[in-house]
């Protein structure tokens, strides 16, 4: 029986056709310098992109000798849509979920491994000094006002909920994101919610993190994201009354 690999990287990307190469080879570069090494797919949620991002994608990766996949999604749905599709079709033991840009360098991965969590997220908040290029003040406002209702209304003690470098282990990641429903910008917000109330730990740990100024979120994505907190602690109680989690092991 063919072993699964230690770590899949999961990658949602909407007209990305410009930015991939650059992050596959990366990545590529980062699993090849591993010692000892480690065994990573690498999956690509194209998510109804107009450009050719998902041949792109696939001639970038076959070049680099990847363990490699593309998933399309028919049409845009989002970004929560995409990570949703990637996780659970994900084979490794640990699932990360990282922007194509790759913001938070790939080498970041093991500060989330050491962690030793269920679920162990990237963030910008808890060590400000190893945010290296920076968002506008406005960015950077609305962000802190997001995160402080993210704590009021969902989830309490975190303090960057929306840096796009998360990982989960398996188990954990499978009974999150199949019960996520949320297809946009707040999805961070509803996987960690029902981490926690699934009975995950999550760890927060501070990460390297370099602003992109094409950024795909933009003002109405924001507000979107600010609309949708209201709506997501309703649903995560629905959700886990309609599938309440399966006992476990002690």
Not at 44 to 53: C, L, P
Not at 97 to 126: H, M, N, Q, Y
Request: glycine content about 6%.
């Amino acid at each position: 029986m063919t072993r699964p690999p230690a770590l899949s990287l999961v990658v949602p990307a909407y007209n990305e056709e410009k930015r991939l190469p650059v992050s596959l080879a990366r990545i590529s570069e980062w699993v090849l310098s591993r010692s000892p090494q480690l065994s990573v797919e690498v999956l690509v949620v194209d998510d109804g992109s107009s450009d050719r991002t998902a041949a792109v994608a696939e001639k970038t990766a076959a070049g680099l000798g990847l363990d490699f996949r593309v998933l399309r999604l028919p049409r845009n749905r989002g970004k929560g849509a995409a990570v949703r599709e990637g996780v659970l079709a994900a084979a490794g033991e640990q699932v990360l979920v990282t922007d194509a840009d790759l913001s938070t360098p790939i080498e970041e991965v093991d500060k989330l491994l050491a962690a030793g969590a269920p679920v162990a997220i990237g963030s910008r908040a808890v060590d400000e000094t190893l945010v290296k290029q920076r968002q506008s003040l406005f960015r950077v406002a609305s962000g802190k006002l997001f995160n402080l209702l993210v704590r009021l209304l969902a989830v309490s003690g975190i303090h960057d909920t929306q840096c796009g470098f998360k990982l989960f282990r398996a188990d954990a990641a499978r009974e999150v994101f199949s019960r996520a429903t949320v297809d946009r910008f707040a999805f961070d917000v509803e996987a960690l919610l029902l981490a926690r109330r699934l009975g995950y730990p999550i760890a927060e740990v501070p990460v390297l993190w370099f602003n992109s100024p094409d950024t795909r979120v933009g003002l109405g994505g924001g507000l979107e994201a600010f609309a949708a907190l209201f709506r997501i602690r309703r649903r995560v109680a629905q959700t886990l009354r309609e599938r309440p989690p399966a006992p476990r092991a002690p």
